[in-house]
């Protein structure tokens, strides 16, 4: 089983939609989790924490649930310029040395 | 705001070749890593580095070697190149914070022919 799993999409929605992507982790002692957007061919970039108590940034919402082990990231109100695959990732150990893991993305296209 | 450089945007070399790419940040930060990204594989963990002349592997280190002789500088090395290293590879720098982000280089596209 993968570390860090997602749905890869694509997932093609129309401008204004609301769109959820969803992340399940197998390691119950992961500590941060992050969701990150990845242009083409281009570099990851941070889009977003995720804290605990779920976490809010204009029009997009990321929550946790570690008694499932599953992270979610909603956009609502889909621009163009959202497109890109987004990219769970977790944090293992707290200590130095610590990683993070990636997910394989989840490409989303929003059309005009 | 973190920087991170990557000598070369694109690269092509040959088989057999010993390949270095280079990585330099500027935040003085204590981990950087190196990544390998390809179509429906996503990002996977080469080798990360915790502090200087320390490294550990990732999940693919096979053909690989790293250099961390000071702080800012973390070295990728391809011993001897094969076709199937032709890849992206993606350099990181992250500091201990809890939340704090992993920064990342623009990438090397490099080409093994």
């Known amino acids: 089983r993968k570390e860090v799993e997602q749905d890869p999409g694509p997932f093609n929605v129309p401008e204004g939609a609301t769109v959820a992507f969803n992340c399940t982790y197998s390691n119950s002692a992961s500590q941060s989790f992050f969701w990150y957007r990845q242009d083409c061919r281009k570099e990851p970039k941070l889009l977003m924490s995720?804290?605990?108590s779920g976490n809010e940034d204009g029009r997009f919402t990321a929550q946790l649930n570690r008694a499932s082990q599953y992270i979610s990231l909603l956009i609502r109100d889909s621009k163009l310029s959202d497109s890109a695959t987004y990219l769970c990732v977790v944090r293992g150990r707290e200590t130095s040395g610590s990683r993070l893991t990636f997910g394989e993305g989840t490409q989303l296209t929003v059309n005009p | 705001d973190v920087k991170v450089t990557q000598s070369s945007r694109y690269l092509v070399k040959r088989t057999g070749e010993k390949v270095f790419l280079e990585c330099v940040q500027d935040m003085d930060h204590e981990n950087m890593f190196w990544y390998r990204q390809d179509p429906g594989l996503g990002l996977r963990l080469i080798y990360f580095s915790y502090d200087v002349k320390m490294k550990e592997k990732g999940d693919i280190p096979e053909g690989y070697s790293v250099s961390r002789e000071k702080k800012e500088r973390f070295s990728l090395i391809l011993e001897s190149a094969s076709t199937n290293q032709t890849s992206m590879y993606l350099c990181?720098?992250?500091?201990?914070?809890?939340?704090?982000?992993?920064?990342f280089g623009d990438g090397t596209r490099l080409s093994i022919l």
């Open positions: 995720v804290y605990s």
């Open positions: 990181a720098a992250w500091g201990a914070d809890r939340y704090q982000p992993q920064h």
